[in-house]
Protein backbone atom coordinates (compact mmCIF):
# COMPACT_ATOMS: atom_id res chain seq x y z
CA UNK A 1 0.00 0.00 0.00
CA UNK A 2 1.15 3.55 -0.80
CA UNK A 3 1.56 6.32 1.61
CA UNK A 4 -1.21 8.34 -0.38
CA UNK A 5 -3.56 5.69 -0.53
CA UNK A 6 -2.85 5.33 3.25
CA UNK A 7 -3.60 8.83 3.79
CA UNK A 8 -7.00 8.41 1.80
CA UNK A 9 -7.84 5.86 3.73
CA UNK A 10 -7.26 7.31 7.06
CA UNK A 11 -9.16 10.85 5.52
CA UNK A 12 -12.27 8.21 4.59
CA UNK A 13 -12.22 6.91 8.29
CA UNK A 14 -11.81 10.24 9.67
CA UNK A 15 -14.62 11.95 7.60
CA UNK A 16 -16.81 8.38 8.74
CA UNK A 17 -15.96 8.62 12.80
CA UNK A 18 -16.71 12.77 12.03
CA UNK A 19 -20.58 11.91 10.65
CA UNK A 20 -21.08 9.61 13.53
CA UNK A 21 -20.59 11.82 16.13
CA UNK A 22 -22.69 14.57 14.17
CA UNK A 23 -25.58 11.90 14.20
CA UNK A 24 -25.30 11.24 18.11
CA UNK A 25 -24.81 15.08 18.40
CA UNK A 26 -21.51 15.33 20.01
CA UNK A 27 -20.11 18.74 20.77
CA UNK A 28 -16.80 19.58 19.62
CA UNK A 29 -14.99 19.92 23.63
CA UNK A 30 -16.59 16.19 23.91
CA UNK A 31 -15.41 15.12 20.68
CA UNK A 32 -11.86 15.74 21.53
CA UNK A 33 -12.14 13.36 24.54
CA UNK A 34 -14.00 10.99 22.63
CA UNK A 35 -11.73 10.64 20.15
CA UNK A 36 -8.67 10.73 23.08
CA UNK A 37 -7.00 13.85 20.57
CA UNK A 38 -3.85 15.40 22.31
CA UNK A 39 -4.27 18.22 24.54
CA UNK A 40 -2.72 20.61 22.15
CA UNK A 41 -5.47 19.92 19.57
CA UNK A 42 -8.31 22.01 21.16
CA UNK A 43 -11.80 21.87 19.73
CA UNK A 44 -11.89 24.63 17.63
CA UNK A 45 -9.34 22.67 15.43
CA UNK A 46 -11.59 20.21 14.66
CA UNK A 47 -12.95 21.55 11.27
CA UNK A 48 -9.79 20.86 9.91
CA UNK A 49 -10.38 17.09 10.59
CA UNK A 50 -14.12 17.32 8.59
CA UNK A 51 -12.98 19.01 5.70
CA UNK A 52 -9.31 17.94 4.57
CA UNK A 53 -6.83 16.70 7.94
CA UNK A 54 -6.80 12.96 8.74
CA UNK A 55 -6.84 12.36 12.38
CA UNK A 56 -3.37 12.01 13.83
CA UNK A 57 -1.96 8.87 13.27
CA UNK A 58 -1.45 7.80 16.53
CA UNK A 59 -1.84 4.82 19.20
CA UNK A 60 -4.26 6.20 21.43
CA UNK A 61 -6.12 8.03 18.50
CA UNK A 62 -6.13 4.87 16.82
CA UNK A 63 -8.15 2.80 20.03
CA UNK A 64 -10.35 5.58 20.68
CA UNK A 65 -11.60 4.98 17.30
CA UNK A 66 -11.61 1.78 16.67
CA UNK A 67 -14.14 1.89 19.71
CA UNK A 68 -16.53 4.26 18.29
CA UNK A 69 -16.69 2.35 15.12
CA UNK A 70 -17.49 -0.69 17.42
CA UNK A 71 -19.98 1.59 19.30
CA UNK A 72 -21.71 2.78 16.19
CA UNK A 73 -21.17 -0.96 14.58
CA UNK A 74 -23.57 -2.64 17.61
CA UNK A 75 -26.40 0.24 17.93
CA UNK A 76 -26.40 -0.36 14.34
CA UNK A 77 -27.47 -4.19 14.61
CA UNK A 78 -29.50 -3.54 17.73
CA UNK A 79 -31.88 -0.30 15.80
CA UNK A 80 -31.06 -1.85 12.05
CA UNK A 81 -34.43 0.49 10.95
CA UNK A 82 -34.02 3.50 13.02
CA UNK A 83 -30.78 5.17 13.28
CA UNK A 84 -32.10 7.56 15.37
CA UNK A 85 -32.00 5.63 17.99
CA UNK A 86 -28.41 5.25 18.62
CA UNK A 87 -28.48 8.91 19.91
CA UNK A 88 -31.37 8.61 21.57
CA UNK A 89 -29.89 5.47 23.31
CA UNK A 90 -26.65 6.82 23.83
CA UNK A 91 -28.08 10.08 25.82
CA UNK A 92 -30.63 8.05 28.18
CA UNK A 93 -29.60 7.20 31.53
CA UNK A 94 -28.93 3.23 31.56
CA UNK A 95 -28.83 1.78 35.14
CA UNK A 96 -26.12 -0.51 33.35
CA UNK A 97 -23.95 2.76 33.95
CA UNK A 98 -25.06 3.97 37.12
CA UNK A 99 -28.00 5.83 35.83
CA UNK A 100 -25.67 7.58 33.46
CA UNK A 101 -26.16 7.99 29.98
CA UNK A 102 -23.71 6.00 28.00
CA UNK A 103 -22.74 8.76 26.15
CA UNK A 104 -21.20 10.45 29.63
CA UNK A 105 -20.06 7.02 30.44
CA UNK A 106 -17.62 7.27 27.60
CA UNK A 107 -16.72 10.84 27.92
CA UNK A 108 -15.74 10.98 31.56
CA UNK A 109 -14.46 7.88 31.49
CA UNK A 110 -12.03 8.31 28.72
CA UNK A 111 -10.83 4.46 26.98
CA UNK A 112 -12.41 2.76 29.66
CA UNK A 113 -15.79 4.32 29.45
CA UNK A 114 -15.56 3.42 25.68
CA UNK A 115 -14.83 -0.08 26.37
CA UNK A 116 -17.75 -0.54 29.07
CA UNK A 117 -20.01 0.93 26.61
CA UNK A 118 -18.65 -1.57 23.86
CA UNK A 119 -18.82 -4.44 25.94
CA UNK A 120 -22.63 -3.47 27.18
CA UNK A 121 -23.35 -3.52 23.27
CA UNK A 122 -21.21 -6.24 21.89
CA UNK A 123 -21.09 -9.63 23.41
CA UNK A 124 -17.96 -10.99 21.05
CA UNK A 125 -16.33 -7.64 22.12
CA UNK A 126 -16.86 -8.35 26.21
CA UNK A 127 -15.83 -11.62 25.65
CA UNK A 128 -12.31 -10.71 24.25
CA UNK A 129 -12.14 -8.26 26.53
CA UNK A 130 -12.69 -10.81 29.44
CA UNK A 131 -10.21 -13.02 28.16
CA UNK A 132 -7.28 -10.37 27.93
CA UNK A 133 -7.84 -9.22 31.39
CA UNK A 134 -7.75 -12.63 32.71
CA UNK A 135 -4.46 -13.46 30.83
CA UNK A 136 -2.68 -10.36 32.74
Known sequence: MSQESGVDERMEQTKAVI????????????????????KEIK?????????????????????HVA?????YDALRTSYPTNE?????WLKKANKKFDDRAPLMTMI????????TVRAHLDCTFAWYWAEQSMKK
Open 108 to 115: EGGLMGLM
Open 19 to 38: QLLDSWGVNAEDRTLLLGLP
Open 67 to 71: HLIGI
Open 84 to 88: GMAAI
Open 43 to 63: SRHLDQFRKSTPLPDDAKVNE
